[in-house]
């Protein structure tokens, strides 16, 4: 399993597009082909920062949603918003601690 997280900070005036957005395409993205599980999380401090958290059956999976014409134009429309550039980063989780 590969766990993505993308930290994005946006524009005060966008959040309300962003979510608008993200409300449009989140069950499409989540039950797009090899994603197990979606998290949109908003930072307690500064209310224009949001991060993703998803979970994906393997690299390839990502690749092949970042491929698709869902993420094209989801992306296209959400990277406009930002006011600064996202940070995005890939894991495995090699430990749970129940």
């Known amino acids: 399993m590969l766990v993505r997280i993308v930290r994005m900070t946006f524009r005060p005036d966008a959040v309300a597009e962003f979510l608008a957005n993200f409300e449009t395409h989140k069950n499409s993205i989540r039950h797009f082909p090899g994603c197990k599980h979606l998290e949109l999380w908003q930072d307690v401090l500064e209310k224009n920062i949001f991060t993703t958290y998803s979970h994906w059956e393997s690299e390839e999976a990502l690749d092949q949603y970042r491929d698709s014409e869902l ?28």
């Open 71 to 98: 993420f094209k134009s989801v992306w296209k429309a959400t990277k406009t918003l930002f006011s600064a550039k996202p940070k995005a980063f890939s894991s495995k989780k090699t430990l749970e601690v129940p």
